[in-house]
């Protein structure tokens, strides 16, 4: 069974930081695209940042760009997320994604991620 569980999330003041990790289990990690998505309370759930199978290719949204990293480690089953000054509009919960396999372009619609996690709650004060 395909699991994908997240931690590292919590409560920091604006300008902190956090990381998130998100451990595959059951899953053939190395061929596929990774994402990150959030949804905040009586929002649609959005596209935050994908890794490709080989990590050479990433994407983010514009709203984190330069102050967010994805990465992987193929090794450990787990890809990562660092968030660097927070801001609380990125209070959300932050979710990993499975997408597809062996594709060097990082999808951002939802629609392609077939596996996702439990989700992992931010929450960044003013």
């Known amino acids: 069974q395909v699991q994908l569980v997240e931690s590292g999330g919590g409560l920091v003041q604006a300008g902190g930081s956090l990381r998130l990790s998100c451990a595959a289990l059951g899953l053939a990690f190395s061929r596929y695209t990774l994402g990150w998505f959030r949804q905040a309370p009586g929002k649609e759930r959005e596209f935050v940042a994908g890794i490709s199978w080989t990590g050479d290719s990433t994407s983010y949204a514009a709203s984190v760009k330069g102050r967010f990293t994805i990465s992987r480690d193929n090794a450990k089953n787990t890809v990562y997320l660092q968030m660097n000054n927070l801001k609380p509009e990125d209070t959300a919960v932050y979710s990993c994604?499975?997408?597809?396999?062996?594709?060097?372009?990082?999808?951002?619609?939802?629609?392609?991620?077939?596996?996702w996690g439990q989700g992992t709650q931010v929450t960044v004060s003013s």
């Open positions: 994604a499975r997408g597809p396999a062996w594709e060097s372009r990082v999808a951002a619609d939802t629609a392609a991620y077939a596996v």
